[in-house]
């Protein structure tokens, strides 16, 4: 199941076979619930290995529209992570120190040490999404980059992070809906950018730049998955299967104790003051 | 009740007038879940204020003895935070970068931007504790960090950051059944380093120079609580009331929204499209 969420640099069709609709032949939350649940407790306990053992990173990168949600699955699926071995890492308007650097600098400080689970809300995609729509880049800058991260990412998993490049896929309609429930709720107002307005325009220029995208960076090693994201409980439910699958195939374990330990457990059973 | 557990420069009784067995009256778990539950929920929405408004940080700084359960009471107490507006910060032995500044540099660059919460896992107080008992500074140098230590604290709270400052308050028996238990769960072996055994015949010299901590920082805008921590159910509950309590005193609301963001509200109900 799992595979036909994962878009391939063979495939050619697109963002349009996928639909933001879809449930996966769920009818509602409560046929997920139970499985969530268990999804939950296996990740934590699949996270404390990871930070027991120390063998590799694991790098988890939302991209997707304004108000598909990003903010939402973070806080849904990965807030139950213990906080010691996981962050969220936002990137918003480059700071000046951080625009007289190349496009990568500021992500590299900041992905995940052995151990670690990071979650990008947004990320170096954005540099060749919403620079391209708004023609502050030209196909061939856009082309060049989408290079670099390539040879970047390629850098990351070489080296032991598992990188999970995940795209929340709405429709404009869905996010019509999302703006106004900002709008209408004194808690949520302060979310609302009167750009978002704007930006609606330009929807079929962000769909034309994101497939390039998707055509240009989904590797073996680092592929993205589309995550139909219309209805919140199974874009909650589908984020937190491929990030478990995903996990599952590094096959951690709890490390052995070193020498020191060793001898000290055999000497305390040996006294039987273990 | 939270003024008890909280510790004024003018109370010279130190750490022996607080009992690491201390439940506060409670009998069990039980009789404080259901407002264990109520307070996380009032923490979220609290923390989604903070972080809408953006009028303060806040720093929780955790100290205490090896198997005082730190990371626990981060675990269990703060991982039901958004991820996105806190996250948790540990000190490790510094490196050689760090160790070439001064004490408070490594953690200056991480206190917590307005908006945000952070957990300290301990903190620059190591550089007055574990130097200290193992001879590495003497007591003027200790007398003079502490010093620089109340400049530092002023420097923050001035600039809008809540400081709770909290030790984890247990037993030489607790923490050798907690060493015992991580010798026997290979789930919690890697825990274990062996030289948390040696530290032990340091007890009473650590628990001076705490005490002298206490004495020397703590301040009307940042004191220290002292938490009884060998029950861990109570020591969560008393945790979480007194972040709580610390974050009401606040008074935090959602900001008003912005000028152009309310004419487009005025226009839009205006034309019955919201």
Partial sequence: ???????????????SRFDPNDTGGFASK??????FEQMERKLRNLQDKLFASKTNGVLVLFQGMDCSGKDGVIKKVLSNLNPQGFRAESFKKPTVEESAHDFLWRTHKVVPAKGYITAFNRSYYEDVLITRVHGLIQDEEAAARMKHIRHFEKLLTDNGVLLIKIFLHISPEFQLE???????????????DPSDLNERHYW???IDAYEDVFRNTSTPHAPWHIVPANERWFRNYLVLRIILSSLEKLDLSYPEPDIETRKLLEQLQANDLL
Same sequence: chains 1, 2.
Avoid at 4 to 14: E, M, N, Q, S
Avoid at 30 to 35: P, R, S, T
């Fill in 1 to 15: 199941m799992l595979s036909d969420y994962r878009l391939t640099k063979a495939d050619k069709r697109g963002l």
């Fill in 30 to 35: 409560k046929e997920i619930q139970d499985e």
């Fill in 204 to 206: 079929d220029s962000y």
């Fill in 178 to 192: 999302k703006i106004r429930e900002r709008l209408s709720n004194p808690e949520k107002l302060w979310k609302f």
